[in-house]
C-alpha cells in the first residue's frame, strides 16, 4: 500500500480555489463524481465527519453523516468534507461508494461533488478499474504510468465544473476505494510518480482495450505482432469481431424512425492503419458522412467494436455484414497487447512494454513539488524482473 505523502486530515482548502496541496506544492487530483449526478439526494457518512464552508474552520457533525445539501437549498459557498481516517462514503439510492481525500460540493444551482484525492490514492482505484487485477503485474505497472501521465498531461478536462477529470470513461473510470487490490496497489507503488515525457511535457497517454494488431496514426500505426504475425492482442475477447446490422437498426442510429431503405455505404477514406476515417450512408431520406469516431459513436451499440474494420451487404436480407479487428480508438498503450507482452515466453516488463507503445517518450519521476525530474529513455528488459 503506498504510502501517504500527508494524511488527508491535514488539507485545507480554500473557499475560492478549493485547492488541497502537498508539502512542497503539490496539488492533488479534482476528480468530478458523475456517477452521483448531482449533490441533491446524496447523503455523505464517515469517522468523525467534520464539514467547512471557507475552507479554513472546520466543525464537527457529531452524528457522522449528513446530506451534501439539504432539498431545495442552493449553496451560496463550496463546502469541504473530510474525515479522521481520510475516507468518505457518499450513498444515493442503492449506490454506496467510499472515497480518499475531501469531498467538495461546488456552490450555486445543481451542486456538482468533486473529491479532491492525492494523486497516487487516486490511482489505487484507476489501474484496476480499467484493468483487471489478476493480469500480470508488468502490465498493471504499464497502466498505472499511462493512466498517471494522463491525468497529468490532458489537462483540466471539466475546467466549468473545477475539476480535472471526471469518473467516467470519458476520462478515466474511478470508482473509489471498492476497486483497490493488493496486485494493483503494488503496480501504482512501484511506479509511484513515473511518467512519460515528450519534448519536455507529461504525455497526455491514451490506453484502449485491443488495438486489433496495429496501432492508430496517433501512435504511430505500428505493427502490435510477432514476427509469424501473431497479434499480441489475439487473446481479447473482441479482437475479431463481426456484427449484423438490421437496416431498420441502422437507420435508427442514425437518428431515422421512419421505416426506409438503406441504399448505399460508401467507405470515403481510410488512415494508415486501415481504420476508417470517413464513411457515407445513403438512405431514403438522405445520406450522413460520419468520421470514425463518429461511427463508432452512433453505431457501437449495434456492434461495431472499432473502426477497423468493412461492410458488406447480405444480399438475401439487406442487413449489413460488419467484421472487424480490436476494441477501442487503438491508439496508445494495448491493454490486451500489453497483457500478451508480459505473460511467458515474451516476459517484458513495464518499460519495454511502454517502449512499443510510446516509441517517441521518455520516463520520468515527479519530485516532491509535483514537477517532473530528468527524462531517461525507455529502454525496458524483454524478460521482466
Not at 505497472?141 to 498517471?148: E, I, L, N, P, T
Not at 426506409?260 to 494508415?272: F, H, S
Not at 479487428?325 to 511502454?354: K, N, T, V
Request: with cysteine; charged share 20%; proline share 8%.
Amino acid at each position: 500500500m503506498p504510502a501517504r505523502l500527508i494524511p488527508p486530515v491535514l488539507c485545507l482548502a480554500a473557499a475560492l480555489t478549493a485547492v488541497c496541496r502537498l508539502p512542497g506544492g503539490a496539488a492533488p487530483v479534482r476528480v468530478l463524481l458523475t456517477a452521483f449526478v448531482s449533490a441533491e439526494g446524496v447523503s455523505i457518512s464517515a469517522a468523525a465527519l467534520e464539514i467547512s464552508t471557507d475552507g479554513k474552520a472546520w466543525r464537527p457533525l457529531q452524528s457522522g453523516s449528513a446530506r451534501l445539501i439539504e432539498p431545495g437549498w442552493t449553496p451560496s459557498s463550496p463546502a469541504l468534507f473530510r474525515s479522521a481516517d481520510g475516507t468518505l462514503t457518499l450513498t444515493r439510492g442503492p449506490l454506496t461508494r467510499s472515497y480518499r481525500g475531501i469531498i467538495e460540493v461546488s456552490a450555486g444551482p445543481s451542486p456538482s461533488i468533486v473529491n479532491v484525492v492525492e494523486l497516487e490514492d487516486y490511482l489505487r482505484s484507476v489501474v484496476p478499474s480499467e484493468m483487471p487485477s489478476s493480469w500480470p503485474v508488468e502490465a498493471l505497472k504499464a497502466q498505472a504510468v499511462a493512466a498517471r501521465s494522463y491525468a497529468l498531461g490532458s489537462g483540466p478536462r471539466h475546467r466549468s465544473q473545477r475539476a480535472d477529470l471526471c469518473d467516467a470513461t470519458h476520462c478515466q473510470v474511478y470508482r473509489g476505494t471498492a476497486s483497490e487490490t493488493p496486485a494493483t496497489d503494488r503496480a501504482v507503488l512501484e511506479t509511484r510518480g513515473m511518467v512519460l515525457m515528450k519534448r519536455g511535457r507529461i504525455v497526455a497517454a491514451q490506453f484502449c482495450a485491443d488495438c486489433g494488431g496495429i496501432s492508430a496514426p496517433a501512435s504511430g500505426s505500428r505493427a502490435d505482432a510477432l514476427e509469424d504475425g501473431t497479434h499480441f492482442c489475439e487473446a481479447g475477447p473482441y479482437h475479431r469481431w463481426s456484427a449484423r446490422i438490421t437496416q431498420p437498426d441502422l437507420l435508427k442510429a442514425l437518428g431515422e424512425e421512419r421505416p426506409g431503405t438503406v441504399r448505399r455505404i460508401r467507405i470515403e477514406a481510410r488512415d494508415e492503419s486501415g481504420r476508417i476515417t470517413s464513411i457515407t450512408i445513403e438512405h431514403d431520406f438522405g445520406r450522413v458522412t460520419l468520421t470514425g469516431p463518429e461511427m463508432r459513436a452512433k453505431l457501437g451499440p449495434a456492434g461495431i467494436r472499432s473502426a477497423l474494420c468493412r461492410f458488406e451487404a447480405d444480399p438475401d436480407t439487406g442487413d449489413i455484414l460488419v467484421s472487424g479487428l480490436g476494441y477501442g480508438h487503438g491508439a496508445g498503450l494495448c491493454q490486451w497487447g500489453a497483457r500478451g507482452r508480459a505473460l511467458p515466453p515474451h516476459g517484458h516488463d513495464f518499460r519495454a512494454i511502454l517502449a512499443h507503445y510510446f516509441p517517441e517518450a521518455g520516463l520520468a519521476t515527479l519530485d516532491a513539488s509535483g514537477r517532473p525530474g530528468s527524462t531517461e529513455p525507455l529502454s525496458g528488459s524483454q524478460r521482466a524482473p
